[in-house]
C-alpha cells in the first residue's frame, strides 16, 4: 500500500479546516499613542533616575554623574554604596 507523495500530510481525505477562533489565543497588549506597550494599572513604578551629590562623587570617584535611585554599586575595591533618592552614596 504505497501513497502518493503529495497526499495530504497526515489529513484524511474528510478533512475540514477548523473555522477561526472567536477570541485571540493571547491577551492583548495595550499600546499607547506611539505604538508601545503601556504600563498597566498594576505595574510597579519605574524607578526614578537621579544626579549623584558632588560629596559623593568626590568620595567615590568611580559612581557615574546619573544612577538609579536605591541602586548598588561596587567600586574597584569591592567597596559596595548604595544611592538613594537624593543622590547621596551611603555605604
Not at 502518493?4 to 485571540?24: K, M, N, V
Amino acid at each position: 500500500m504505497s501513497r502518493p507523495h503529495d497526499a495530504g500530510r497526515g489529513r484524511g481525505p474528510g478533512h475540514r479546516p477548523r473555522p477561526p477562533r472567536e477570541e485571540p489565543r493571547h491577551a492583548r497588549i495595550p499600546l499607547n499613542a506611539d505604538g508601545v506597550p503601556a504600563a498597566t494599572p498594576a505595574a510597579p513604578k519605574p524607578s526614578p533616575v537621579v544626579l549623584v551629590q558632588h560629596e559623593s562623587r568626590a568620595r567615590y570617584p568611580w559612581l557615574p554623574a546619573r544612577v538609579i535611585a536605591g541602586s548598588v554599586w561596587r567600586g574597584p575595591a569591592n567597596e559596595r554604596v548604595r544611592v538613594d533618592e537624593r543622590g547621596a552614596a551611603v555605604p
